[in-house]
């Protein structure tokens, strides 16, 4: 069933990559229209209703987006007005949510999932490759050959016309990696295995991320401290808006500590690095910066090296991170799971079983409220034959399993949805019957209005 589980969830991506040659930007998906079919839940593939771009609400073939169970997405901007009231969940298929409006969707309810480490391989082996196109002058190499060839004069001038393109080589110098989580931690150990030394700074690092870290490395308080003395630097953190986030990280006060040479390797976000600062930084000596971000004001500097944001783009690491977004999403609508989100607590009751019926509820993290819940299923006379309750902030999650010995299944919960999901400080509720229709018996309370 495992295997079927994760061919499952690859179909997704499949489906969509056999017609796009890469994971689109965005998918809306959806079980529901599987309810009035014979399909077993879990062995098919789900059906995936489209992609934003084609997405127009008065457009007949994209008529089913607006109904979505989930969405599905890479970096596509996702608006507010994009998330059809139907929507259970969202799924970054990457590590950054910054393209996603994550308070808004808390304060609807949603959980914002991504998949840590999922494509991580494929940075940084991107920033590894960095680190020489930081070095040795590739890129104008390459430009110039395609110049001289244009004239018919690449074999005439190259030998001599290669002293414009020395380098240096990277063995035995000095990188700091800024952010050490799954990007970081392993840019550093493949760094070292290099011959460079490391310096690095995290003041949240994990212990998964450390362990993989090589011993070698020299760990500093401020990043002030770890690009002090560096050959390179690179920055491995997220990017988070307004205040003490990291807008402009790399600004001034931190570039001054650069030594005059140094290389700044920006994989992580276009966000984090000052560009006036930094454009002064390259104006004045031979630093060099090397980024997988558009910059209005560096993308034609001499020294900056500017890519199409390809970090993620390998058939290896859309697979991945595809298929543990769609796991995700999967147990999220099955069992009620929520594991990898970036608003809501982790937390699971294992599988549904035949014999109960699982609720799941979304409310504000406000005294009282959880009891109010639990009234309202003894209310309809209900037995709770197990639960769980986590919080995250302002935002609650519970699940409980009820017997559903002496009830009609289906026609007895919707009347104790109804009064669980209007209580107030609930955002919304599920009913999940095992085995059935995943993904529906879905319910909101919008501003005291009942939305099934
Ligand atoms: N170029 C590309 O295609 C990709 C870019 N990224 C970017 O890289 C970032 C990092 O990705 P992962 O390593 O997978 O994430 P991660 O969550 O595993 O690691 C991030 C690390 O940064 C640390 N951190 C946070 N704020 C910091 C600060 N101010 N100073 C120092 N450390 C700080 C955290 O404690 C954590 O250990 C993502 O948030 C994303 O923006 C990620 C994947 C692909
Ligand atoms: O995972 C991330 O944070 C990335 O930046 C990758 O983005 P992408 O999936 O290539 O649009």
Redesign the pocket.
């Given at each position: 069933m495992l295997g079927a589980n994760r061919a499952t969830s690859v179909a997704v991506v499949h489906a969509a990559s056999r017609t796009r040659a890469t994971l689109p930007a965005i998918q809306f998906i959806s079980v529901r229209t599987f309810a009035d079919v014979d399909i077993e839940h879990g062995r098919k593939e789900w059906k995936i209703l489209g992609d934003l771009k084609n997405y127009k609400p008065s457009r007949k073939n994209d008529e089913e987006a607006p109904s979505a169970h989930a969405i599905l997405l890479r970096?596509h901007k996702l608006k507010e007005e994009e998330v059809p009231p139907t929507v259970r969940a969202i799924a970054r298929c990457?590590?950054?949510?910054?393209n996603v409006p994550v308070a808004r969707m808390t304060e609807l309810g949603i959980p914002v999932f991504n998949t840590?480490?999922a494509?991580?391989n494929?940075?940084k082996e991107?920033v590894l490759c960095g680190l020489l196109l930081g070095s040795r002058r590739v890129v104008d190499g390459i430009n110039h050959m395609k110049d001289l060839g244009n004239q018919g004069l690449a074999r005439e001038r190259v030998e001599k016309d290669k002293a414009m393109f020395g380098g240096r080589e990277i063995k035995g110098k000095t990188l700091a990696v800024?952010?050490?989580?799954?990007?970081?931690?392993m840019t550093a150990r493949d760094a070292a295995e290099l011959g460079m030394n490391l310096q690095g700074?995290?003041?949240?690092?994990?212990v998964q991320?450390a362990l993989k870290l090589p011993t070698s490395i020299s760990l500093c308080d401020s990043?002030a401290a770890a690009v002090a003395g560096a050959d390179y630097i690179s920055?491995?953190?997220?990017?988070?808006k307004g205040e003490g986030g990291?807008h402009g990280?790399i600004g001034k006060d931190v570039i001054e500590n650069f030594k005059a040479d140094a290389v700044l390797l920006n994989?992580?976000?276009g966000e984090?690095v000052d560009s006036e600062a930094m454009k002064v930084f390259l104006d004045s000596g031979n630093g060099r910066y090397v980024s997988?971000?558009p910059d209005d004001l560096l993308w034609d500097h001499k020294n900056a090296v500017i890519l199409p944001?390809?970090?993620?783009?390998t058939e290896e690491?859309e697979d991945a991170a595809a298929s543990m977004a769609a796991d995700t999403i999967r147990d999220f609508l099955q069992t009620g799971a929520i594991r990898n989100s970036v608003n809501f607590p982790t937390c699971s009751l294992g599988e549904c079983s035949g014999s109960t019926v699982r609720i799941t509820v979304v409310n504000l993290n406000v005294p009282g409220c959880l009891a109010k819940i639990t009234d309202a299923v003894a209310s309809e006379n209900f037995n709770i034959v197990q639960q769980i309750n986590q919080s995250r902030g302002n935002i609650a999650y519970s699940v409980l399993d009820i017997d559903t010995e002496g009830h009609n299944a289906v026609a007895d919960f919707k009347s104790v949805q109804e009064k669980i999901t209007m209580l107030e400080g609930v955002l919304c509720s599920r009913i999940i019957y095992e085995g059935k229709t995943p993904g529906t018996g879905f319910a909101k309370n919008l501003e005291g209005e009942y939305f099934v």
């Open positions: 970096s990457g590590a950054g949510t910054n840590p480490g494509n991580a494929a940075v991107l800024i952010g050490l989580g799954h990007i970081g931690s700074y995290d003041p949240g690092l994990s991320s990043i920055i491995n953190i997220p990017y988070i990291t990280i994989f992580a976000r984090l997988d971000f944001h390809l970090g993620a783009s690491a």
